[in-house]
């Protein structure tokens, strides 16, 4: 079954390259991708992931705006019963980033479940995805085999 996954760039950032890559990156991994495009709102990517009943959302950001434009994204994913959707953010997401241990700890704080710099191959994104979605549905089908037993 093809994993489908809702990418875009957030907030008032505008870079189209890196998620251009990306975008045909996970196409070609095998993955249903759901490209937003750039500017886009937190509502978006909560609708889009709705919409199209989503395993991830990847968030891209290179302008180093992303702490703002990321604040309240979780509750809202909350909000909208998504709680199983994994989160990826990605990209230049501090200004001044100079220790990016920091960050990745200030958006793993905020939820996501991995965060990534700038240099980061998609080869590693892709990868690192198909652990994660892969470990949730272990824990889902060991679930449902605990309910059923």
Known sequence: MTKTVILGVIGSDAHVVGITILEQAFEAAGFDVVNLGVQSSQEEFVDAATAHDAEAVLVSSLYGHAKQDCEGFHQQIVNAGLEDVTTYIGGNLAVGQDDFE?????????GFDRVFDSETDPEEAIEALRADLDMRSSESEQESHTVSA
């Open 102 to 110: 920091e960050t990745r700890t200030f958006f793993r704080e905020m």
